[in-house]
């Protein structure tokens, strides 16, 4: 099978993560990160909202990567996002990270918010 190299226009793609941090652009972030408009910032989670709601006007679709499961945004927090303009998907984290990169790659006007994935139980 031939492999194609994935070119990515502008912007930073999510290279790996692990327990607790993700490789952006080839800089390791520890904890949350918030990628969009070719920028790395640090999130804390759902609870901070103000970042994401910021993103209105500026990017047309904002992937949340939830950690390792799926999980509901917080008080009623996707309902605002989608009625400040911004196309809200919730995924796991791993699939936000994937997602993020095809996207990306197409030109898209592209956010992702993730929270990092736990270390693993001994």
Do not use: C, H
């Amino acid at each position: 099978m031939k492999l194609t190299e994935m070119t990515i226009p502008e912007g930073l793609p999510i290279d790996g993560y692990g327990p607790g941090f993700f490789r952006i652009g080839g800089e390791v972030r520890e904890g949350g990160a918030l990628v969009a408009l070719g920028r790395i910032e640090g999130w804390a989670g759902p609870e901070d909202e103000a970042p994401l709601m910021a993103l209105a006007g500026r990017v047309d679709i904002l992937l949340i990567g939830t950690g390792p499961t799926l999980v509901p945004l917080p008080n009623r927090l996707q309902s605002r996002l989608e009625a400040a303009g911004l196309g809200v998907e919730l995924m796991s984290s791993p699939s936000a990270a994937r997602s993020y990169n095809v996207l990306l790659a197409e030109g898209r006007r592209i956010a992702v918010a993730l929270v990092p994935m736990p270390a693993p139980e001994a």
